[in-house]
């Protein structure tokens, strides 16, 4: 019964690869995020898509490339994997972008690593 | 632009220690606050969450008041135990934004 589910848990890829990190929610949202956290632990949004459509783009390396083939799934891909990638990427689901009571709800992360 | 600021950590009680982990924030509309919290090797769960000004979020003996006066939502506990260990990150979503931004997050360690 998970509400928001990430693969794969843990990733370690070499530089130069390209990789993809899947996300599924099953809360019938039509709102989803992508959100990196550093070895620092902070956490700063990447990407969000509402209804398959691409709300938010902050400032990230175009070798990132989010793609949303329903209001359930949002995946991840990395081209040409450098080690400053290497964190924990977290997926997240909404009900309403924006609404002030609306929570986002966090899958477990996935751990890379780059070499 | 939105921000928030959390005292550093780590922060080292005792079991059954009081606990407050301040938070201020600055936006430009009128933001909902929330405390997320992050246990080891784990994704990030809600803890509590206020709306307005005034008002008080609370869940699992943690509180958070929403001070627009001074722009704070700082966290209490009465009496911390030891499965209290984690990361606590507060975050706000401003009026118009889509996204939360987040604090630091600051480390709490409870010792037995």
């Known amino acids: 019964d998970t509400a928001v589910s990430q693969t794969p848990k843990y990733l370690v890829t070499q530089m130069g690869n390209d990789k993809s990190i899947k996300c599924e929610q099953n809360l019938g949202h039509d709102t989803m995020y992508w959100y990196k956290q550093d070895s620092k632990k902070f956490l700063k949004i990447m990407f969000s898509y509402n209804n398959k459509e691409l709300i938010i783009n902050e400032t990230v390396p175009n070798r990132f490339s989010p793609k949303s083939p329903d209001k359930a799934h949002l995946n991840l891909h990395i081209n040409s994997l450098e080690l400053g990638d290497s964190a924990v990427y977290f997926c997240a689901s909404s009900q309403t972008p924006g609404a002030s009571a609306s929570e986002q709800y966090f899958g477990p992360g996935t751990r890379l690593t780059v070499t | 632009g939105d921000s928030v600021t959390q005292m550093e950590g780590p922060v080292t009680l005792s079991e059954e220690a009081f606990l407050t982990i301040n938070c201020t924030y600055t936006?430009?509309?009128?933001?909902?606050l929330f405390w997320y919290v992050q246990y080891p090797g784990e994704g990030l769960q809600l803890l509590l969450k206020a709306t307005k000004a005034d008002d008080k979020g609370s869940n699992k003996g943690f509180e958070a008041t929403y001070r627009k006066e001074t722009t704070s939502f700082h966290l209490e506990k009465g009496s911390v135990q030891v499965s209290d260990s984690a990361v606590y990150f507060c975050?706000?979503?401003?009026?118009?934004?889509?996204?939360?931004?987040f604090g630091s997050g600051t480390r709490l360690q409870v010792q037995p």
């Open positions: 975050a706000l979503l401003d009026t118009g934004r889509r996204a939360l931004t």
């Open positions: 936006a430009t509309g009128y933001p909902s």
